[in-house]
């Protein structure tokens, strides 16, 4: 299973990220995570980023690249699955990472995309803020680091959805609902990955399950509800 994790800052993608990669017995690569415990270990890396992760700016593409490709190659030489979080956050990475998988014979089978709206993104952020005192969780950078992803990353979903893999779950419910409904539709892909050409895959919007299995739907005037 190969799965890059798409999301905003606060959606979910570290937590569901390590429960799919320890679902499939495969290791959970967060370039976030990878950052951060080489500014914790003072290394030159870490010297080097501490700056853009402490403002909530992309480090360069270069080291953030560097660094996956030795965890890629890695992840090879033992099951060859992975799950990727935290890249691609723009399209030039999101190119260079598909040269790298085509290179190395592992692209990704799925693009998994949560869907968190911009206040409950927020709130997310502010609560893990007082839990955490992650640098990089300030009212101030938070803010920078929504915008970016805005700006920079929203925009690939499209080409992940062109390319027929994108899988979108609404990730505005407690975590277990995620998970469950996430490891459903990967276990079902799974099961055809391998024998359906890429060029016949299609995306998969399940956002819309939230309303068939139980959040409340808005009344509709006249329904009498
Ligand atoms: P979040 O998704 O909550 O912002 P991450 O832990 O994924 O948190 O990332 C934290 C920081 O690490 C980012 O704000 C950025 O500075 C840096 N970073 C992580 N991944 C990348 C990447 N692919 N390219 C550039 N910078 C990155």
Same mark, same amino acid.
């Given at each position: &299973?190969?799965? +890059? ?40 890396? /870490? ?7 402490? !403002? /909530? ?9 560097? &660094? ?22 723009? &399209? ?11 290179? +190395? ?38 803010? !920078? ?27 505005? !419910? ?52």
């Amino acid at each position: &299973m190969r799965v +890059l994790m798409l999301a905003a800052p606060g959606a979910g993608k570290g937590t569901q990220g390590g429960l799919i990669a320890e679902h499939f017995g495969v290791p959970h690569i967060a370039t976030g995570d990878l950052l951060r415990a080489h500014v914790a270990d003072g290394t030159d890396l /870490g010297r080097q980023v501490k700056s853009f992760v402490d !403002r /909530g700016e992309l480090v360069p593409d270069a080291v953030v690249l560097d &660094m996956v490709r030795e965890a890629l190659e890695e992840a090879r030489n033992d099951s060859g699955g992975y799950v990727l979080d935290g890249l691609p956050r723009t &399209m030039e990475q999101a190119r260079a990472v598909y040269r790298m998988t085509v290179e +190395l014979d592992m692209t990704a089978d799925v693009a998994l995309y949560l869907q968190v709206g911009q206040d409950e993104l927020v709130r997310r952020l502010l609560a893990r803020a007082q839990q955490e005192g992650r640098a990089d969780d300030t009212v101030e950078v938070i803010g !920078r680091r929504l915008a970016l992803y805005r700006e920079v990353t929203e925009p690939i979903l499209g080409w992940y959805e062109r390319r027929g893999i994108l899988v979108s779950v609404a990730a505005e !419910r407690a975590a277990e609902d995620v998970t469950r409904e996430v490891l459903v539709a990967l276990k079902v892909l799974q099961t055809v990955a391998g024998q359906v050409p890429d060029s016949d895959r299609r995306s998969i919007d399940l956002t819309g399950l939230d309303a068939a299995f139980g959040a409340a739907p808005e009344p509709q005037p006249g329904s009498g509800v």
